[in-house]
Nanobody, 123 residues
Framework: QVQLVESGGGLVQAGGSLRLSCAAT????????MGWFRQGPGNDRELVAT????????YYVDSVKGRFTISRDNAKNTVYLEMNSLKPEDTAVYYC????????????????WGQGTQVTVSS
């Protein structure tokens, strides 16, 4: 099993920044893709960003390009999501997830979801 714990969420004003962290424990991390997802009020769970095992393959949904940065520190078994210029529409519960694949951008390839961390952006 892989255990994932998200942290770093909170309440910020529009235009503000947050950095989310996801700490992973379990059998493997450094050889696997990781992703960040979010689910806002009345919305389906949305893929936000993915990162391959070696950080070479990175994907962002169009709505966060230029504002969010996904990164990972394999030595710390941690993946990050740096969020800048936050907008009210970014309000959601943010989840990290582990993939058995080394590189993928497909939601269906991720499993072992964390419990999520709430991000609320006020206007």
């Amino acid at each position: 099993q892989v255990q994932l714990v998200e942290s770093g969420g909170g309440l910020v004003q529009a235009g503000g920044s947050l950095r989310l962290s996801c700490a992973a424990t379990g059998r493997s991390f450094s050889t696997n893709a990781m992703g960040w997802f979010r689910q806002g009020p009345g919305n389906d769970r949305e893929l936000v960003a993915t990162i391959s095992w070696n950080s070479v393959g990175i994907y962002y949904v169009d709505s966060v390009k230029g504002r969010f940065t996904i990164s990972r520190d394999n030595a710390k078994n941690t993946v990050y999501l740096e969020m800048n210029s936050l907008k009210p529409e970014d309000t959601a519960v943010y989840y990290c997830a582990w993939s058995r694949l080394p590189s993928t951008t497909f939601k269906s390839d991720f499993g072992f979801w964390g419990q999520g961390t709430q991000v609320t952006v006020s206007s």
